[in-house]
């Protein structure tokens, strides 16, 4: 595709269940950020992909959240035993090099934990 | 990362410019200024950048002052479709990642 795909779109889950989240990134691009956005709250800063290197892990908020990078493009995000407090918007972005480059956001996945 | 300081909100006409305020008085000489903005109910997307000299594109313009402790975005001509929250975000150079602050809401009005 032409963009980020994330999915799904939306995701309603019930408290303490596991979820997993899709980010497809731009063909080619080395870098892959994930961000979550709480209703009416700024953008927090996840987790950071770059080429083979080791993922930037320094936003996880907790040992819940866990995510993978499967042949340097597909990125998975998965939160385990969801508590209502993940209830956000998860925005994955891709770029061509890292953050010189500009940065393509995806529309993001609703997350909902009733 | 370095921090930068923006209006919490501003407001502006439809077709008149905007003059948007980043402050960084902690930046470094290696430092980019990167603004990005995200519109109502979708994900952010990437203006501009600059290091040290004034930058144009299709989308703005970038003021960088001389001693770089603050720069502007600026819209020429705000359309409604501008009205959105802007970041202004500094990258170290070798930096792994974008760091969003608060932004500023940009109205725009009829």
């Known amino acids: 595709g032409a963009g980020v795909s994330q999915s799904p779109s939306n995701k309603v889950t019930e408290k303490g269940k596991d979820v997993e989240l899709r980010c497809d990134p731009i063909s080619g691009h080395t870098a892959l950020y994930w961000y979550r956005q709480s209703l009416g709250q700024g953008l927090e800063f996840l987790i950071y992909?770059?080429?083979?290197?080791?993922?930037?892990k320094s936003g996880l908020p907790s040992d819940r959240f866990s995510a993978e990078r499967t042949g340097g493009s597909v990125s998975t995000l998965t939160i385990q035993r969801t508590q209502q407090e993940d209830s956000a918007v998860y925005l994955c972005?891709?770029?061509?090099?890292?953050?010189?480059?500009?940065?393509?956001f995806g529309q993001g996945t609703r997350l909902t934990v009733v | 990362d370095a921090k930068t300081t923006q209006p919490n909100s501003m407001e502006s006409n439809e077709e008149e410019p905007v003059h948007l305020p980043c402050n960084h008085s902690?930046?470094?000489?290696?430092?980019?200024i990167h603004w990005y903005r995200q519109l109502p109910s979708q994900g952010p997307e990437y203006v501009i950048h600059g290091l040290t000299s004034n930058v144009n594109n299709r989308m703005a313009s970038l003021a960088i002052a001389e001693d770089r402790k603050s720069s502007t975005l600026i819209l020429h001509r705000a359309t409604l479709r501008d009205a959105a929250v802007y970041y202004c975000?500094?990258?170290?150079?070798?930096?792994?990642?974008?760091?969003f602050g608060q932004g500023t809401r940009l109205t725009i009005n009829p």
């Open positions: 972005a891709s770029s061509y090099s890292g953050t010189y480059t500009e940065a393509f």
């Open positions: 992909f770059q080429g083979n290197s080791a993922p930037d």
């Open positions: 902690t930046i470094s000489g290696t430092d980019y």
């Open positions: 975000i500094l990258l170290i150079q070798g930096a792994q990642k974008l760091v």
